[in-house]
């Protein structure tokens, strides 16, 4: 598990780790750390998820363009006022469909209700909130929807993210599904 930890928390590489367990007179492979990192991060991510403060009520939401494997796509994201990532969502469109499927599976998997939600003014918003959070009070901010960038505008670096799986910067372990979920 610290192997796990170290490749996680210090952006060691496979044979970083891998070196720093041999000095410690423990030999494994490269590939051993690999698997180990695949097969126990969910493991460590829910677990940290009970570290966190409980979810706050007023959920900022946000969407982004990026690059991802050469094609543009958008990603949506809420946060609670607290800055922790609630949902995070990767869409090929721009549109209500998309804003639905982001609200909907963050109350299925959360069972809370948020009392404010805070968006920038893309016409998709008030219908889908309307429809999923009629007692939510909608409100749309230029720049305060965005909390985690400072008011700067997006939250990804220029160059975009190689693969979905490079979505984990969004830091809820949802950033890796793709439209439907499944990975793909």
């Given at each position: ?20 367990l041999?000095?410690?007179g ?16 969910p493991?460590?991510?829910d ?9 706050g ?14 094609v ?26 998309a ?14 209700m ?29 720049y305060?929807?965005n ?38």
């Open positions: 598990m610290v192997s796990v930890r170290w490749y996680l928390r210090y952006g060691l590489s496979y044979r970083d780790v891998e070196e720093l041999a000095e410690r423990i030999e494994v492979d490269h590939v051993t750390v690999y698997r180990w990192v695949q097969r126990f991060t493991l460590l991510a677990a940290a998820r009970f570290a966190r403060h409980s979810l009520d007023r959920w900022y939401v946000d969407e982004t363009y990026v690059k991802v494997n050469g543009w796509r958008y990603v949506y994201r809420a946060v609670d006022q607290h800055g922790q990532v609630i949902d995070v969502l990767l869409s090929a469109r721009r549109d209500a469909a804003a639905r499927r982001l609200f909907a599976r963050a109350l299925r998997a959360l069972k809370v948020p009392s404010e939600v805070v968006t920038d003014a893309a016409p998709v918003y008030p219908a889908v909130l309307d429809e999923l959070l009629p007692s939510a009070w909608h409100h749309v901010e230029q305060e929807n909390p985690g960038s400072g008011g700067r505008g997006g939250t990804v670096t220029e160059s975009g993210v190689e693969g979905p799986a490079d979505c984990r910067w969004c830091g809820c372990g949802h950033g890796d599904r793709g439209e439907d979920g499944s990975g793909e």
